[in-house]
RNA sequence: GGGCGGUUAGCUCAGUUGGAAGAGCAUUCGGUUUACACCCGAAAGGUCACAAGUUCGAGCCUUGUACCGCCCACCA
């Protein structure tokens, strides 16, 4: 008979991390079949950028993940975690360019293909930066089917979606007023733009009038060079105080040009004078008043960021150093009247930082309206259903009020515009294909679009192009849709919205019927991570420190669904120390066990003369069972996390394994049975402990991975034993307690006598009499009809047991005296409030029969309790 | 300007059908007791932001107030 392998004394977190991923991955257990005759679970992953390295948020997203796929894996489902890459246009092109700029190149000097082929290069080295650290936080994905959103399969999706969007009028492309980032040199979306609150100035300007009643007006104005470019001047239909410029005119300063006046009721008569300078060509509002009154579009700064042509004598500045050059003129010319502080809000690039410029451009739309509202119907109807559910308010907000989508943006890197414009008759050819000739006069002379198309256009396909749409694949019918999708609120818009609208139009159905939005991981000063913050850290390093485990068991523990939460060093300590309790736990339970000890079955466990202790830890444990699997069920990792953690240290290590120590041997079964099932509960929270531990107890089939998630239907859990225990439980911590308020030294052994009035619990409590003596140091155990009149501190339990320790060593008789007047007091107050409610008429005839009782039943312990203390009290004089 | 969320023990946070206020860390006291000092045992600590209301009963439901945070929005 050989004894199992002893485990080394401390636990070597890395070199057991180390070790499992590439055993789990070979092996193929995180593959999904799609001939598999089992129920489907399938999430895809949120693609993280191929730029990115992995950040704590991306952690905590993943341990969700992770958490509730392997859980799936290992109830039997044919489980799909689908992985993958966005090829993230912008960010990934800015830091090519930027190692580019190094070499002292631009990407003009390269030329288009050249500098594709460089991102190409640079994708293939470090791409896949962020999948191997997925492999380190033990993301369990199905990496033979992981994808890049610029894969061949994708991109063929991409361009059959953009061909049929166009050709059912969805997409079009039209001048617009778009929002133009100077650094980037593109267009973007309105998602695109942050507002960033600035202390901005406001300044007012006159502007002369020509016959009206007077000789000028003043307007207030945030972005002075815009002027340039104004067209009119603009007041409310309803302003008396303007009245008398029907007729009149103005001139623009320093420019001259000639401006009507306009009525419009955009105008806010309280702000600023109540007159507005219009600059269709730089402004939204302005736009919008330009095209209900027919006004020129002025064009004064162009895609630098410069003033253009247009701008007279500001031409060729840019657009900064033009507003301090007008404001010094208008100051000279005595037409600046004053400057006011102003804090408003400016539109800023998402990427770059750099002040977005809202600029007149040729650009492609998504008419987004009919999509929206299927999307917004299937929410309605609960075919998707977002979990907190408030988040499907904000969700609605967007949609209701969506506008059209830029969609191109003139980049290099992403999917270039399927989109060709003949030489010949000027018209568009739209094709899936690179066309040969022009599809309205035949002529060869084509000229493919420059841009590319926005990085999330790709993205909202991704659950379906990824599984090889839009052909009808194995793959499609076996894991479309999919059952849940889990992501951060900060891309709700971008990308969730967007994947509802995509799915709906294009397969007929929603994507996910799930939408878990997690919380936001924030620092010790309660701040959004970010790396303009610079408070982002890398995940990996905290890994190395903590242990992967405990920091995923971390991630579960805080992530209450709807709440942020706040990663600490404590919470991080307690949970390593947590991984060290299991493992020490193990190293004890394991001494018992050997080689040829097999696993027990539950029906054995049930034919066995189990002890007290051993049926409480089965009870225990199916209840730990039961609770966990429901928490998990509703994606409450963090009660699930909370109460493996209750069960194992709390209940397992701290009572179970004390009270077995009486009889390890005959308690083995047990020990193997309850440890081991703890160890599959646990597992998709702390992977690689698990499995480390579960390969050295009694166990069945390969892996941990592959095991069956502990079930229950509650047939170990006993009310009985569970109340029994907790008595036993009670009397000792009593006793410990009244030994240390007694400073009575911990190697001496005192006596005990309890006073029960039930006879049965007596004899209960004598038949485990040994449990009290072990855990409490009892030497002499006696249970009495009667309290002795003996000068001995005596303490109340509950069910009516009183017990008492006979005095030994030295003590303060005043602390004790002042401890138990404090806890007569407490229990006088609880008194007074149960006799208060329970002489209400009206609280007894309205609440349920069983509330009531229950008061009953406490006001009478209390009065018990209130007796003791009394006794007690009396005794110390 | 709208919308959402938060305010519970010194700190970080749980608390789902309204029915005796919880955890982890920190604190105090005592401990090496045949797995563990990343440990064991015991304890202390709360007008659940404030006000009003509904109810026999409110941390939980309603309304309002204050402060904090986030998101959206065309007040120049």
Redesign the pocket.
């Given at each position: 008979m050989s004894t199992r392998t002893e485990l080394p004394k401390?636990y070597d977190f890395k070199q057991t991390e180390a070790r499992w991923y590439e055993y789990w991955e070979s092996n193929g257990y995180f593959s999904a079949d799609a001939s598999s005759t089992a129920p489907p679970f399938v999430i895809v992953m949120p693609p993280p950028n191929v730029t990115g390295s992995l950040h704590m948020g991306h952690m905590l997203n993943n341990t969700v993940h992770d958490v509730i796929v392997r859980r799936k894996r290992m109830q039997g489902y044919n489980t799909l975690w689908l992985p993958g890459t966005d090829h993230a246009g912008i960010a990934t092109q800015n830091v090519v360019e930027r190692m580019l700029r190094e070499e002292g190149l631009s990407r003009h000097d390269l030329g288009r293909e050249k500098f594709v082929e460089r991102v190409w290069e640079w994708k293939r080295e470090y791409g896949d930066l962020i999948t191997r650290q997925l492999r380190r936080i033990g993301a369990s994905c199905d990496w033979s089917r992981e994808r890049f959103t610029l894969d061949e399969g994708l991109s063929r999706a991409v361009r059959e979606v953009f061909v049929r969007l166009y050709d059912e009028g969805l997409i079009y492309r039209g001048e617009r007023l778009i929002n133009w980032c100077p650094r980037c040199r593109t267009a973007l979306s309105?998602?695109e733009v942050e507002?960033v609150g600035v202390e901005g100035k406001l300044y007012h300007i006159r502007y002369p009038v020509h016959g009206g009643d007077r000789d000028s007006v003043e307007i207030?104005?945030?972005?002075p060079e815009t002027m340039l470019g104004d067209t009119a001047l603009a007041i409310h239909p309803e302003d008396e105080r303007y009245s008398g410029l029907e007729r009149a005119t103005s001139t623009l300063p320093l420019i001259g040009r000639e401006l009507a006046f306009i009525r419009d009721e955009?105008?806010?008569r309280?702000?600023?004078t109540?007159v507005?300078?219009v600059t269709p060509a730089h402004?939204?509002?302005d736009f919008a008043m330009g095209e209900r009154h027919r006004l020129p579009r002025v064009s004064v700064i162009d895609e630098d960021g410069r003033i253009t042509e247009q701008g007279g004598p500001y031409a060729g500045m840019d657009r900064f150093e033009a507003r301090k050059k007008i404001l010094d003129d208008l100051e000279e010319e005595g037409q600046l009247v004053r400057v006011v502080q102003h804090p408003?809000?400016v539109g800023h690039c998402s990427r770059c930082r750099t002040i977005v410029e809202p600029l007149l451009s040729t650009q492609w739309f998504v008419k987004i309206k009919p999509l929206a509202d299927e999307a917004i119907l299937a929410v309605e109807q609960g075919r998707t259903r977002f979990i907190p559910q408030?988040w499907e308010?904000?969700y609605f907000?967007?949609m209701r009020?969506i506008r059209d989508w830029c969609i191109s943006r003139q980049l290099w890197w992403g999917h270039r515009i399927p989109a060709w414009y003949c030489g010949a008759c000027g018209e568009i050819t739209v094709s899936r294909t690179d066309p040969s000739s022009c599809g309205h006069c035949d002529s060869t002379d084509l000229r493919q679009d420059e841009d590319v198309l926005d990085t999330w256009f790709s993205s909202q396909l991704w659950p379906f192009s990824t599984m090889g749409w839009p052909d009808e694949t194995e793959d499609l019918r076996a894991f479309y849709p999919t059952q849940l999708l889990i992501t951060a609120s900060?891309i709700i818009?971008f990308w969730v919205a967007r994947m509802m609208m995509a799915g709906l139009k294009f397969t007929q159905d929603v994507p996910f019927s799930e939408i878990y939005i997690t919380g936001l991981i924030?620092d010790a000063e309660?701040q959004?991570l970010s790396k303009s913050k610079g408070n982002v850290g890398d995940p990996l390093l905290v890994c190395d420190e903590y242990g992967t485990d405990a920091v995923r068991f971390t991630l579960a523990r805080?992530g209450?669904p709807?709440?942020?939460?706040?990663l600490?060093e404590?919470?991080l300590?307690?949970y390593?120390?947590f991984a060290?309790?299991i493992w020490?736990?193990a190293?004890?339970t394991l001494?018992h066990v050997e080689e040829s000890h097999a696993l027990p079955t539950e029906e054995q466990l049930r034919a066995m003369d189990l002890s007290l202790a051993d049926r409480w830890i089965l009870s225990r444990l199916h209840r730990t069972v039961r609770e966990v699997n429901e928490a998990l069920d509703?994606y409450?990792l963090?009660?699930a996390s909370?109460g493996i953690y209750r069960f194992f240290?709390?209940e397992f290590?701290?009572w179970y394994?004390?009270m077995a120590?009486l009889h390890p041997e005959k308690s083995r079964p047990v020990l193997i049975y309850v440890f081991e099932s703890a160890l599959r509960l646990l597992h998709p929270f702390m992977p690689f402990i698990t499995e480390e531990l579960w390969q050295r107890f009694p166990h069945e089939g390969e892996s941990i991975v592959t095991a069956a998630y502990p079930e229950t239907e509650g047939e170990f859990i006993d009310e009985t034993v569970e109340g029994q225990t907790a008595l036993i439980h009670e009397i000792i911590?009593k006793v410990?307690?009244i030994r240390?308020?007694m400073n009575v030294d911990?190697k001496q052994f005192v006596p005990l006598r309890l006073a029960v009035g039930d006879a049965a619990v007596g004899s209960m409590l004598e038949q485990n009499a040994d449990y009290v003596c072990r855990l409490a140091r009892v030497d002499k155990f006696e249970v009495a009809q009667a309290l002795s009149g003996e000068k001995a501190a005596a303490q109340a339990v509950a069910l009516g047991v009183a017990l008492e320790v006979p005095l030994r060593g030295v003590i303060d008789l005043d602390a004790e005296r002042a401890r138990l007047s404090k806890e007569m007091e407490k229990t006088r107050h609880e008194i007074d409030g149960l006799e208060r409610k329970l002489g209400?008429n009206?609280?007894l005839e309205?609440?349920?029969a069983a509330?009531v009782e229950?008061n009953r039943h406490?006001l009478e312990?209390y009065r018990a309790k209130e007796a003791r203390l009394e006794e007690g009290l009396g005794r110390l004089d």
């Open positions: 401390t309105d998602l507002h207030a104005t945030t972005r955009i105008v806010d309280e702000f600023g109540g507005v300078k402004d939204p509002n408003h809000k408030n308010k904000t907000n967007w009020n900060d818009f924030r309660r959004k805080l209450a709807g709440s942020d939460l706040v600490t404590d919470q300590e307690s390593r120390a060290t309790k020490n736990a190293r004890f001494n509703q409450f963090h009660e909370r240290w709390r290590c701290d394994l004390e120590k911590v410990r307690n240390s308020e911990f209400n009206k609280f309205r609440a349920p509330v229950e406490r312990e």
